[in-house]
């Protein structure tokens, strides 16, 4: 058979770094292919020079025989291959049927693409009404606008980037049969995820890079998702293994906290009361969108509430500022990499003053000790593994995962007697994911009070002690792990209430 895309040769440098290394591989007509490797490998500006997003320094690409080097995405979407990005481009103001309008060249009439976009919908099991505002969609659904966009250009390559972070299990089923008719139709699929068990059920083949360099290509049904991972890393890595601690004395204790959204499309949230122990990691799941960025900003004091709705040692701190709440050990990290978590602009050291100075003792008299700061995010790096040339490299110049690395080690470092995460392991290798999901059991372990808010189930059933679910706002009751099936947690985020669903 033909290949459908043949890349071979491929080479991208950026200062400091080699970004892809003579990368060649091949994706045959309706196979649904896998880039693996961790981060930092060179998987997204692979995709990026495939689509067009990205030149590269030599090498060449074919697209059904003929030689393809796309000078723009418009020019990679008008050869068939389209592209679903980790981060949605959608304009929350807008319906369906105008973001899709967006993205074409030339748009039919409004109540042409309307009608199509309902028969694709139908036809792919991803049912889609053109007239709803994109903000008030779920996470999923608003996946499904972009999977449509791309159906309906007819696309001979299909590109996927950690296409199943944001779902319910539900939802992941819908989305896999729709991939496995589109590969039985013929349509390719390059398929990018960190989630191996579902490489391993879904992808024919997979390319695994390690530092920009092609080091295997493998049958994934044929290798161990631990074997997997230990091809992209090169080397076997630990497993978190949790510790049958008992909890101490309750330390953060939420009583009957509400927040009212600033975001036209955000979540209120609604009487949530919790309590969490010494020792403890409690995970909270939901599909995003549901008041987790609520929480956090209500947590972290970038949102005050009444003084007696969040509690740390029985000291009333609603109305405590984050800096406030930093100095007493509460401290929080984001979903959002850059511009919430880091500041992309600026060097990692300027990103560890910026939260590190209360709790380190950065600055003395006035003066900020640069050296000490400097030091801090060295050692950042080095217990978290964090792939950079150097702290003095902006946040931005790091890929996502190692970012993500940089985050949550900086926080995990200050010794916090509360540690509340969003998302701690997104978008982030299986090695670095277990690194980071030892940390905080650890950190627990010496005392700390962790909450994980996560939308990776296995993440919360392995390091978690009690789960609960946000919905629409509303936190169930917290049970223990070991009572909860992935069935269970996902009835519960699908809406369930907790006393429904069967223990």
Request: charged share 20%; net charge negative.
């Amino acid at each position: 058979m033909t290949a459908l895309l043949t890349v071979k040769g491929l080479t991208k440098a950026y200062p400091g770094v080699v970004a892809n290394d003579d990368v060649s591989f091949e994706v045959q007509p309706g196979e649904v292919h896998a880039l693996l490797g961790e981060n930092g490998a060179g998987k997204s500006t692979l995709v990026k020079m495939i689509y067009g997003l990205v030149r590269p320094d030599s090498g060449s690409m074919t697209l059904s025989g003929a030689n393809y080097q796309p000078a723009e995405p418009r020019a990679a979407r008008a050869a068939g291959v389209a592209m679903v990005f980790q981060h949605f481009s959608l304009f929350d103001a807008l319906t369906v049927a105008e973001n899709i309008t967006l993205g074409m060249e030339n748009a039919p009439s409004r109540s042409e693409l309307s009608q199509r976009i309902t028969d694709v919908s139908k036809a792919y099991r991803l049912p889609l009404d053109p007239n709803r505002i994109i903000g008030d969609l779920s996470v999923g659904e608003r996946q499904r606008v972009e999977i449509i966009r791309c159906l309906l250009q007819n696309p001979k390559l299909l590109i996927m980037d950690e296409p199943t972070s944001v779902l319910t299990p539900q939802e992941v089923d819908i989305l896999f049969d729709t991939l496995q008719r589109l590969s039985s139709e013929g349509t390719a699929i390059l398929y990018i995820s960190h989630k191996l068990e579902e490489i391993r059920t879904l992808c024919h083949h997979a390319t695994i890079l390690r530092h920009g360099k092609v080091v295997d290509i493998c049958v994934p049904a044929e290798q161990t998702a631990r074997r997997l991972a230990e091809m992209m890393v090169g080397s076997s890595f630990h497993t978190p293994a949790k510790k049958n601690l008992h909890p101490g004395p309750v330390v953060l204790e939420l009583d009957g906290l509400s927040v009212v959204s600033k975001n036209p499309f955000g979540t209120t949230l609604k009487d949530i009361n919790l309590t969490v122990r010494a020792g403890e990691v409690l995970g909270i799941g939901g599909v995003a969108g549901n008041g987790q960025d609520e929480f956090l900003l209500a947590l972290s004091g970038e949102v005050t509430v009444p003084a007696a709705m969040v509690k740390v040692n029985g000291a009333e701190i609603g109305k405590l500022t984050p800096n406030e709440r930093r100095k007493i050990g509460v401290l929080t990290a984001p979903e959002e990499r850059l511009g919430h978590a880091a500041a992309p602009d600026m060097s990692l050291t300027e990103n560890a003053m910026l939260t590190g100075n209360i709790r380190q003792h950065f600055s003395n008299g006035g003066f900020l000790r640069w050296n000490d700061a400097r030091g801090f995010a060295r050692a950042i790096i080095e217990r978290f593994d964090v792939r950079t040339p150097g702290t003095e490299n902006s946040a931005r110049s790091l890929s996502g995962g190692n970012l993500q690395k940089f985050v949550i080690g900086r926080e995990i470092l200050q010794n916090p007697k509360v540690l509340v995460v969003n998302q701690p392991t997104w978008g982030v290798d299986a090695a670095a994911a277990a690194a980071i999901r030892q940390a905080l059991m650890t950190l627990a372990e010496e005392g700390a009070a962790v909450v994980v808010v996560s939308q990776d189930l296995d993440e919360l059933l392995e390091i978690s002690d009690r789960l609960a679910v946000l919905n629409e706002g509303r936190l169930t009751h917290p049970r223990e792990t070991t009572d909860l099936s992935m069935e269970d947690i996902g009835l519960m985020m699908g809406g369930m209430e907790a006393e429904n669903v069967p223990a």
